[in-house]
């Protein structure tokens, strides 16, 4: 077998380049796989930016992908066959700490995210935990299989916030994130799910997917909100803009009781009106990633096909491994795209 592949390396900050790099050697408990597609996330672009709080350079970026089981050891192994088509969780975490003993591992106390602390999959080859690797059907299409990490996040979310069939959602911030949570809320039963998206080019796109949508820069934005929920304010408030007026928008458009979820990462610590939390006994949870359990739940979601026609409609265009520099450089870009993704040869 080769002992060399091609991937797309940070050396360091804003510096992106295809290389031939050593292909990972497994350790105990780890599989190899041959990537055949990953999508291009945010915190990739964060990463190569050097605003990745705790990213290590030089660094292979790409968490969200599928390919080819070529071997796998430790324990698990057993019921992986060389040749199945796999996806997996996009971390190493330690499986021994309390939080992993309790099933969240997504906030291990030793956790190193893929793409970020270890290599990622804009390679040929990406190695992960055995133990994390899930089979899928040999007919399913792999470009959506490569949205089973995003729909993992947004599956977390939903399931983290207590949602239930008949309440209403806000989601603020339409990007690939939130428009996954909007669509899995949607399933999850929500009678109302709205979305506040700056970008005319995401609000269209939500409203083709049947999603109301409000423009938070419109003079009227509060009155449309208001007149959304008779002024009664949404039951869950899913906060993915990660800035400063999203996160006030949240709280403030939250119903009494109501549960406000902290998705969007930020940089500086955000102002929370205190006093509107304490008035309408509102609740508030942050959500990291995803836990291994909603990533079980997002393959089979991906399996039964549900809402594969919606998340298909995610998919903007795909790029080889050769062109993975002019990838970068279009989704560092805003524009009229939601996911775009790199081919492996
Ligand atoms: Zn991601
Ligand atoms: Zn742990």
């Known amino acids: 077998m080769k002992t060399e592949m091609k991937a797309g390396v940070i050396a360091s900050k804003n510096s992106l380049h295809l290389k031939t790099v050593p292909i990972p050697v497994l350790q105990d408990g780890e599989a190899l796989i041959r990537v055949r597609?990953?999508?291009?996330?945010?915190?990739?672009?964060?990463v190569l930016r050097g605003e990745h709080p705790t990213a290590q350079f030089p660094v292979i970026p790409g968490h969200e992908f599928v390919g080819e089981l070529v071997e796998a050891k430790g324990p698990g192994a057993s019921r992986l066959t060389p040749g199945d088509m796999v996806v997996a969780q996009p971390f190493f975490s330690c499986g021994n700490c309390?939080?992993?003993?309790?099933?969240?591992?997504?906030?291990?106390?030793?956790l190193h995210f893929m793409g970020a602390h270890c290599d990622g999959?804009?390679?040929?080859?990406?190695?992960?935990?055995?133990?994390?690797?899930?089979?899928?059907?040999?007919?399913?299409?792999?470009?959506?299989?490569?949205?089973?990490?995003?729909?993992?996040?947004?599956?977390?979310?939903?399931?983290?916030?207590?949602?239930?069939?008949g309440q209403t959602a806000l989601v603020i911030g339409g990007g690939p994130i939130g428009m996954l949570i909007a669509?899995?809320?949607?399933?999850a039963g929500a009678r109302r799910v709205v979305i506040s998206e700056i970008s005319e080019f995401r609000r269209a796109f939500a409203e083709k997917l049947r999603f109301e949508t409000v423009n938070p820069l419109d003079a009227d934005f509060d009155a449309q909100l208001q007149a959304k929920t008779e002024g009664k304010g949404f039951d869950v408030c899913f906060e993915v803009s990660g800035s400063?007026?999203?996160?006030?928008?949240?709280?403030?458009?939250?119903?009494?009781g109501g549960m406000v979820m902290v998705i969007g990462m930020t940089k500086e610590p955000y102002p929370v009106n205190l006093s509107a939390m304490f008035a309408k006994e509102l609740r508030m949870q942050g959500v990291r990633s995803h836990a291994q359990y909603n990533f079980i739940g997002a393959v089979e979601l991906l399996k039964s096909g549900a809402l594969n026609d919606a998340f298909?409609?995610?998919?903007?265009?795909?790029?080889?491994?050769?062109?993975?520099?002019?990838?970068?450089?279009?989704?560092?870009v805003p524009g009229d795209y939601f996911k775009l993704l790199v081919r492996m040869p």
Do not use: W
């Not at 597609?37 to 915190?43: F, H, Q, R």
């Not at 299409?141 to 949602?163: F, K, N, Q």
């Not at 400063?244 to 009494?256: E, H, L, S």
């Not at 298909?312 to 560092?332: G, H, K």
């Open 183 to 187: 669509m899995v809320a949607r399933h």
């Open 37 to 46: 597609y990953c999508g291009i996330c945010g915190s990739d672009i964060h």
């Open 244 to 256: 400063k007026p999203g996160i006030a928008a949240a709280v403030q458009y939250c119903t009494i």
């Open 98 to 110: 309390e939080p992993c003993a309790q099933g969240h591992d997504n906030v291990c106390r030793d």
């Open 312 to 332: 298909a409609t995610m998919i903007s265009a795909e790029y080889p491994l050769e062109q993975i520099v002019e990838a970068f450089d279009r989704a560092q």
């Open 121 to 165: 999959a804009f390679a040929e080859y990406v190695k992960v935990l055995t133990r994390k690797v899930y089979t899928i059907p040999k007919e399913m299409d792999l470009r959506l299989a490569a949205l089973t990490e995003p729909v993992a996040v947004a599956m977390h979310d939903v399931r983290r916030s207590g949602l239930q069939a």
